[in-house]
């Protein structure tokens, strides 16, 4: 069987456990003689899978009893305007703080339904810090303030959650979501595409205080509203149950080895030995980030000769090491290292960077 080690930014690497347990059970799952994507979303098996994975990740998370937890559709950009639609009604603002591509993105999409206030933005240095929070222009009375606290392109990640006063706190954390511990009581408001550190794409998970969903939001379609998608267990229509069930099966392995903490650990050491690794190429890597703020989970990094890129590629991949080309919003190299990309994989990129700049140097 071929073995390679997945960097991509999403959809990215599953632990192969994960992957390991869906294919022995792919056929016949939990004793129903069918798979579990052939079940119903509202037959008694997949209504007790669905229970069991919410509070597995309210365990991992410990999300606090006033937190509702859904699990949705829509990717995190249709929830870029969802969340302006259900916390702010028509007259409002909400501060919007943009530290990267996926902060543009969210101010775009809410702008049809609510007065953006770019409360900070990082563009003045094209991302590659993070604006300290006394330069934030807070809004007091604005619906909520959004931020992303890590950017998966330009690999910019907040490591404190700011200080915001009584307005609620809205996150983007489908790139650094699980990867550490979290006070979720902080926040109104979370959501996370899941396919970088919780599953396939196709499923959000959306954290949020329920007090949020009594605002009366705009007038909108049912479909679009959380409260009801909350009211009915995330069952108003029929869900993505095979995301939901590897979404499962990845609490569970997160668990197993430890929960979050233990994932903070690893990913401090993984993104450690990355960074040392272009740090000490003694100038053939480059990572342009302020140290304080680089990510952990995406390293965005370049070669000191441009022209090198594509060889750097083609011998990477024939090493068994894939999807390291850089977003081309930024260019050069990206490797992104979730949850379910171990160490080893890490050890064999440093070690294969170091042997082609020996070469290539
Ligand atoms: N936010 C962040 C931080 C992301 O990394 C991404 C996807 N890479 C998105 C939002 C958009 O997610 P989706 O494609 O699921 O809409």
Redesign the pocket.
């Given at each position: 069987m071929s073995k390679v080690w997945n960097f991509s930014?999403?959809p990215a690497a599953l632990p192969r456990e994960v992957l390991e347990q869906a294919q022995r059970e792919l056929l016949d799952w939990n004793g129903s003689g069918m798979s579990v994507m052939e079940q119903s979303h509202r037959g008694k098996r997949f209504i007790a899978l669905a229970a069991e994975a919410e509070a597995d990740l309210r365990g991992l998370m410990a999300v606090p009893d006033d937190y509702a937890v859904l699990f949705m559709q829509?990717?995190?950009?249709?929830h870029?305007a969802q969340i302006p639609m259900n916390l702010a009604g028509p007259d409002d603002r909400a501060d919007y703080v943009v530290t990267g591509h996926?902060g543009e993105?969210?101010v775009r999409e809410a702008m049809p339904y609510v007065t953006v206030n770019i409360a900070a933005t990082g563009a003045g240095d094209d991302f590659r810090s993070l604006p300290s929070r006394e330069t934030w222009r807070l809004d007091p009375r604005a619906a909520y303030v959004h931020y992303?606290p890590?950017?998966?392109?330009h690999g910019v990640e907040f490591t404190d959650v700011p200080e915001v006063g009584e307005v609620p706190l809205v996150a983007?954390m489908?790139?650094n979501i699980l990867s550490a511990p979290l006070d979720v009581s902080r926040f109104g408001l979370i959501y996370a595409?899941a396919?970088?550190n919780i599953g396939p794409?196709g499923l959000?998970v959306v954290i949020v205080r329920r007090d949020l969903l009594a605002r009366p939001g705009r007038p909108m379609a049912k479909i679009l509203r959380y409260a009801e998608h909350a009211a009915q267990d995330s069952m108003l229509n029929t869900p993505n149950t095979w995301g939901w069930y590897l979404a499962g099966l990845t609490f569970k392995w997160l668990k197993a080895r430890g929960g979050v903490a233990e994932m903070a650990e690893q990913n401090r050491a993984k993104a450690g030995l990355l960074y040392q690794a272009i740090d000490g190429s003694g100038g053939f890597y480059a990572n342009p980030i302020d140290p304080a703020a680089r990510s952990r989970m995406n390293v965005p990094f370049t070669l000191h000769d441009s022209a090198l890129d594509a060889e750097f590629l083609k011998e990477s991949e024939a090493a068994g090491l894939i999807a390291l080309k850089g977003h081309k919003a930024v260019g050069g190299m990206r490797a992104s290292l979730y949850n379910a990309v171990p160490l080893e994989a890490v050890r064999a990129l440093v070690s294969f960077m170091s042997d082609f700049a020996d070469r290539h140097g």
């Open positions: 930014a999403g829509g990717g995190a950009t249709q870029f996926w993105k969210a992303t890590n950017e998966t392109i983007d489908s790139s595409g396919q970088k794409s959000v």
